[in-house]
């Protein structure tokens, strides 16, 4: 079956970069998510990719996709303690519903 | 204006109780899913609901059940509630195939 695997913790200091991994199984995946869940919050989707697509970059943020490895990996340039949340990797194939990682918490110290 | 809004926001509430949760999306998306959230933050697809077809992920309880009056809501209804069905659920929507889905603020369920 499909999966999406991350790392659960990452810790970083404020201005640092900070960079999230994800690894997905299903080769027909189309289309790759980021979301991000601060506390008591419901779900903020950050930037998706297309599977076509090596990179795409959104202000301070940098997405990569390796698709003959299957690894996603989010990178927030300048991170600000605001940063700090939950950041889910999601993945989908076409028409499909998506399948989530179990999210990597960011903490961000001043 | 709020693209997807559940209500309520918090729901507690006894076991054996039957309970709803509202789901509503202003977005003109034909597609509605219903999200469980465990105490872990995992994220499981319970349900996707176009006005063609209705996909259960196999593993749902059929005390839960999705109902749609209309294109613009999916409301949750759960029967006979047990203790473990406490989390927080997210409803979301999005245009038919894989783009992105916009998700309401959850509905943190409690059944003691």
């Known amino acids: 079956g499909e999966d999406v695997e991350q790392s659960l913790f990452l810790s970083v200091r404020e201005g640092d970069s900070s960079v999230i991994n994800c690894t997905y199984t299903d080769s027909s995946s189309t289309y790759l998510y980021w979301y991000k869940q601060e506390p008591g919050a419901g779900l903020q989707l950050l930037t998706y990719?297309?599977?076509?697509?090596d990179m795409k970059q959104d202000q301070r943020l940098t997405v990569l996709l390796n698709k003959k490895d299957k690894h996603l990996s989010l990178r927030i340039a300048d991170t600000q303690t605001g940063d700090s949340a939950i950041y889910f990797c999601a993945e989908s194939a076409e028409y499909s519903t998506l399948t989530f990682g179990k999210g990597t918490m960011l903490l961000v110290s001043p | 204006d709020t693209a997807v809004s559940q209500t309520p926001k918090y729901l507690v509430t006894q076991m054996g109780n039957d309970k709803s949760i509202k789901c509503e999306q202003n977005?003109?998306?034909?597609?509605m899913y219903w999200y469980k959230q465990d105490s872990k933050k995992f994220l499981k697809i319970m349900f996707s609901?176009?006005?063609?077809?209705?996909?259960i992920n196999e593993t749902v309880p059929n005390r839960f059940s999705p109902k749609s009056p209309d294109k613009a809501h999916l409301n949750l209804h759960i029967n006979s509630l047990e203790l473990g069905d406490s989390a927080v659920y997210f409803c979301a929507s999005s245009q038919t195939g894989p783009t992105e889905a916009f998700f309401g603020q959850g509905t943190r369920l409690t059944v003691v």
């Open positions: 609901y176009n006005n063609k077809e209705l996909i």
């Open positions: 977005l003109g998306h034909d597609t």
């Open positions: 990719i297309f599977s076509n697509m």
